[in-house]
């Protein structure tokens, strides 16, 4: 089955830093999905990546997918403390239901 | 815009008790899903339903699990004799249906057993 390791599990990061949060599949990647989540609600979607090169930015979240080497990357420019809570990627592997990383948990700290 | 809607958001209950989980999807997905996620974990794949048929089930849903939609519209998710290790955040999905589509998450039940 698929796994997906994410790194690192926790980030402490100082307001206006730039972070990025690594996704690695155990498996071929037919999608990559990136989720946001606060503590103790459900998942809120961010971005979905489909191709091998592929990048998508929204706001100052930018995500890359590299499918060579099964990974994909989550860069955040200039954190606020609206970005703190628990990244989440999941994984497509070809008409099976998503399987997800157990998430990166980012402090945002003035 | 209505997105989806759990009900309750949380539930405390004792061990042995039957408990009854509601999940409202955007109303016109075909497609339900249901995930378990516990502290410091991702959320893990339970069921997942295409309109009123059960297609697939995770070998976590045990025979105490039981999850049903019966008109294609809401569905429900039964635990009978709960226990201590079914503690956890119980998470529904819904997207349109086909291949590589985005899941829109409820905001979850929390079960607590005592």
């Known amino acids: 089955s698929q796994e997906l390791e994410q790194s690192p599990q926790s980030l402490i990061v100082q307001e206006g830093k730039n972070l990025t949060i690594n996704c690695t599949s155990s498996?071929?990647?037919?999608?990559l999905y990136w989720y946001k989540q606060k503590y103790g609600e459900g998942l809120i979607f961010l971005m979905m990546?489909?191709?091998?090169?592929e990048e998508k930015s929204h706001e100052k979240i930018t995500a890359k997918l590299d499918e060579k080497k099964q990974q994909s990357s989550l860069h955040i420019t200039a954190s606020q403390p609206s970005h703190a809570g628990i990244y989440l990627c999941?994984?497509?592997?070809?008409?099976?239901?998503?399987?997800f990383g157990k998430g990166t948990r980012l402090s945002v700290i003035a | 815009d209505t997105g989806v809607s759990q009900d309750p958001r949380h539930k405390i209950t004792k061990r042995g008790q039957n408990v009854t989980f509601r999940c409202d999807p955007i109303?016109?997905?075909?497609?339900l899903y249901w995930y378990r996620q516990t502290l410091g974990q991702g959320p893990e794949f339970l069921t997942y339903?295409?309109?009123?048929?059960?297609?697939?089930k995770s070998r976590l849903l045990s025979d105490r699990f039981s999850a049903e939609r019966p008109k294609g519209s809401f569905s429900t998710l039964e635990i009978q004799r709960t226990e201590q290790g079914d503690s956890a955040m119980y998470l529904c999905?819904?997207?349109?249906?086909?291949?590589?589509?985005?899941?829109?998450f409820g905001s979850g039940t929390q079960l607590s057993v005592l």
């Open positions: 999941g994984a497509d592997g070809g008409n099976t239901p998503l399987v």
């Open positions: 498996k071929t990647l037919y999608g």
């Open positions: 339903f295409q309109n009123e048929a059960q297609l697939e």
């Open positions: 990546l489909q191709k091998g090169g």
């Open positions: 999905a819904s997207s349109l249906g086909g291949l590589q589509e985005k899941l829109f």
């Open positions: 109303s016109e997905h075909n497609r």
